[in-house]
């Protein structure tokens, strides 16, 4: 049985028990999230996991990052060298989007090496095989798909991404759109190229029962992927992206119906103060399936800089209701993440991610509040341990430092905080109410 | 006369026509709005200034970047090195905040060389002056300060912070906080620090006709500084921060019944949830006057990083009404930063400014439909033309390039947009649609 079974029969499991000392929560009330849809669980049944998380409405807000090889860095070895420093700044899942070299290895690797969630894009798999073997990357055929389904499964990924929201209304819609970018989402591309190639519907919703019956096996938990998603503010929240999210609630449904785990992957690129609404429609036509969120990135024009412009996002789409968020490495729309960048992104996501669970409950705040008093203290040891980034703040710390080591070099003499602490003792104060 | 005075009159200066270049609108609206209170234009009589901007409602929403000397750190070159990336990353004004060395020299050195808005916080270089002469960083008198303010007018400052919201009620309550962190300001200890030493009002809130008197003459715009803001997210939109506030709100009348252009300065540490709430209260205890912030900054627990908690907070609170952003850079809160630094905080704030722009005029998204016009057109050269940093987005797409130079290493031939324009072309699509 799936989690999400044994969570309707009213079972608590061990892995809700383990993921319930994380949260420092009861572990019926991951069960009941579970139950109800609002929360998932991704563990399969094959993947000897370290850390239990669940991902949904209540819980801390987690964090993915996406590693993985591209045409030209083929590195296991780099690959795995992202995986640690994921693992050691918080990251609560990694993606492989490995799309070159033996993907079945490469896969094989990291799961066995991750202590964390791991989740797959089984269709990059089917594309990259046939390109690799000097095919078009569409050239596939749906068998193969649901191969590749079944390997992953097998392998112990903990969930999927599966973009089965794209049919033939998507792309009647497509025709007539003034969408500035139409598709960038690589699965979505992939999908709509071979659905066209193919005159054929999207074999991925009309085969929808083969990928529950495998996931549930495993218990794979299903990531609805948005082949949709705005790739350009200018696109964000038109029809073809709400004409998925449509599907993406109908198949929510389909899922639950079957026993299996389901989330919904969401925008993309989206102006600020249209960020809310998209993480009220997503909830209200999904069933308050949990939200996994790419970015939002909150403008187009800072490549280099898209782990800020996605904290941005991703921190105000996190305190009005999405669960988990996709960082996003400052060489997005430019190149493949180095292993810096995959540390840089993480570390921004993880920025939004606290901020707004800060929003979601105050209890969180005490860690802020440690290092506020640590800070008034001027105690730097403190200050490095809550650190989010502990080498990074001690390495700028230590760079230049002040003449009085109390007090850093930002303000030297004029630290405001030693300033106070000098006079505000009570004589002073009495004196001058008096006077 | 100032602009204000001018405004008032109905006069349109050369200084708005210029300013209203720069922001493509009717000269009448900036007229209107520096007459109404709600926008500022500053430029010291005496200040050769290039870059003419106005700050406040409806308009772009401006950058500031602070830079200066601090105790061991005296490098003139360097800060104007500082000052020159700010001007060519997009900075609308720099802030000499030196506190060592021979601050009326480098200030020279620094309005000599600026083709931005420079201001300055004139307590420092009383303090400065006196802790250089081997006394307590308090030791200086009301004259003292008072010349200070006069010699920065002189010399061409075009705004001036001063901290006259601190009072004896203030002090009064600051006895029986629970903050973590009571004062964080420097201008806000250092005067503190002297009224409790001295047994004194402050002499600021006391002799504030002096300041108008010297201000208005060299119409030097005062930006009222939040000598209480919260330096911690436990200590945001307490009482404290609020009677400031309520003392700025008197000092706006003030300044504007003495016919000098005046705006406020605002935090600091804030909850994400609470940056609206920041934004409306100050807007309405200091009747609209243009609301200048540092941050705000919505998580402690992030050093080395605080450019990036600066901008999820800075954004949001730009999108919510503030006009004006003090850039935050990564070295906060642990070190004099470095001229990386620097940019590093302007761009995080850049993209601050600009994500809120598009809330608050959709126009401003024009920038980014051409970059991902470019991006979907696999047109790099434009993407590096409009990007925030083209150096940095040249730099990261050269580093790893894809094989087929159309697209990047990041997703290589799984290029969603290559995909999508190769197979959705009208005879695919007719063909799928009618199957």
Redesign the interface.
Same mark, same amino acid.
């Given at each position: 049985m799936t989690q999400y079974e044994q969570a309707i029969k009213g079972e608590i499991t061990s892995e809700m028990i383990k993921a319930a000392i994380y949260e420092k929560c009861d572990p019926e009330l991951i069960r009941k999230r579970i139950a109800n849809g609002t929360a998932v669980l991704p563990k399969n049944k094959k993947h000897d996991i370290k850390m239990h998380r669940v991902v949904g409405k209540g819980f801390f807000t987690k964090v993915n990052i996406n590693i993985g090889t591209?045409?030209?860095?083929m590195n296991i070895e780099e690959e795995l060298k992202k995986l640690k420093i994921s693992e050691k700044y918080g990251a609560d899942s990694i993606m492989d989007l490995s799309?070159?070299g033996n993907l079945k290895e490469i896969r094989r690797r990291i799961i066995q090496n991750s202590n964390i969630m791991v989740g797959t894009v089984p269709v990059?798999d089917a594309?990259?095989k046939a &390109?690799q073997n000097n095919k078009k990357?569409?050239d596939f055929e749906v068998n193969d798909f649901m191969q590749m389904v079944k390997d992953h499964a097998e392998e112990g990924v903990d969930f999927m991404t599966i973009h089965a929201g794209i049919t033939?209304t998507t +792309?009647?819609k /497509?025709?007539r759109t003034n969408r500035?970018?139409?598709?960038?989402?690589?699965g979505?591309? +992939?999908i $709509?190229?071979w659905? *066209?190639?193919n005159?054929?519907e999207n074999p991925f919703y009309e085969h929808f029962d083969e990928v529950l019956k495998i996931c549930k096996e495993y218990d794979v938990t299903i990531s609805l992927g948005d082949g949709l998603r705005p790739?350009? %503010?200018?696109?964000a929240t038109d029809d073809l992206q709400i004409d998925e999210l449509l599907r993406l609630g109908e198949l929510v449904d389909k899922c639950r119906n079957y026993g299996v785990q389901v989330m919904v992957e969401g925008p993309g690129?989206v102006?600020?103060?249209e960020i809310e609404t998209n993480m009220i429609i997503q909830k209200k036509l999904c069933k308050n399936a949990p939200f996994y969120v790419l970015g939002p990135i909150?403008? @187009?024009? $800072?490549?280099?800089?898209d782990? +800020?412009?996605s904290?941005?996002g991703g921190?105000?789409a996190a305190?009005k209701g999405a669960d988990f968020l996709c960082a996003v490495t400052? !060489? =997005?729309? /430019?190149? *493949?993440?180095?292993i810096e960048d995959i540390k840089e992104g993480l570390? !921004?996501t993880k920025?939004?991610a606290?901020? !707004?669970d800060?929003?979601k409950n105050k209890k969180v705040?005490e &860690?802020?509040?440690q290092?506020? +008093?640590a800070?008034?203290k001027f105690d730097w040891e403190r200050?490095f341990e809550?650190? *989010? @980034?502990p080498d990074?703040?001690k =390495? &700028?710390?230590n760079?230049?430092? $002040? =003449?009085d080591k109390k007090m850093?070099?930002?303000?030297?003499? *004029?630290? !405001?905080?030693k300033?106070?602490e @000098?006079? %505000?003792n009570e004589g002073?104060?009495e004196? %001058? /109410?008096? =006077?």
């Open positions: 591209s045409q030209g860095y799309t070159w990059y594309a990259s &390109f990357v569409i033939k +792309i009647e /497509l025709k500035i970018a139409k598709i960038v989402s690589r979505g591309s +992939i $709509a190229g659905m *066209l190639k005159s054929k790739g350009s %503010l200018h696109d690129h102006p600020l103060d909150v403008t @187009d024009i $800072a490549p280099g800089y782990h +800020i412009t904290a941005i921190a105000l305190s400052p !060489a =997005e729309h /430019l190149r *493949l993440p180095t570390i !921004a920025i939004a606290h901020s !707004a800060i929003v705040m &860690f802020d509040n290092m506020s +008093i800070r008034s200050q809550y650190a *989010l @980034d990074k703040a =390495e &700028f710390y760079e230049r430092k $002040a =003449e850093c070099s930002m303000c030297g003499p *004029l630290c !405001a905080m300033i106070t @000098d006079y %505000l002073n104060v004196k %001058l /109410l008096i =006077e």
